[in-house]
């Protein structure tokens, strides 16, 4: 599998974006997924994940109650949608897959990303 992130940009507090993750190969619907961000400066932060089938989701609680993320699995695709973006949320927005399947938010535990993402917040 392999990864493209798109719909980065620059968007005004309190806006929306919805971030899309493109997978290349046949495997994708085993594949749990997540999204990380990092900011200037900062370490990697995990965001939010998904289980491979799009069942079950966990999120960041820098993020709780402003994003979604979903999983395609006949598109092969998860997106990301945010809301209510604050200038904190300003990084690259990396998606990953892990081939295990299941939910756990730390950098390591995925096996493959994508390029990344940019996403400015102007306040």
């Known amino acids: 599998v392999q990864l493209q992130a798109s719909g980065g940009g620059l968007v005004q507090a309190g806006g929306s974006l919805t971030l899309s993750c493109a997978a290349s190969?046949?495997?994708?619907?085993?594949?749990?997924m997540g999204w990380f961000r990092q900011a200037p400066g900062k370490e990697n932060e995990f965001v939010v994940a998904?289980?491979?089938?799009?069942?079950?989701?966990y999120y960041g609680d820098s993020v709780k109650g402003r994003v979604t993320i979903s999983k395609d699995n006949a598109q092969n695709t998860v997106y990301l949608r945010m809301n209510s973006l604050k200038p904190e949320d300003t990084g690259i927005y990396y998606c990953?897959?892990?081939?295990?399947?299941?939910?756990?938010?730390?950098?390591?535990?995925?096996?493959?990303w994508g390029q990344g993402t940019l996403v400015t917040v102007s306040s």
């Open positions: 990953a897959a892990r081939s295990s399947g299941g939910i756990i938010p730390r950098v390591s535990a995925y096996d493959i």
């Open positions: 998904i289980t491979s089938s799009g069942g079950s989701t």
């Open positions: 190969g046949r495997t994708f619907s085993r594949y749990g």
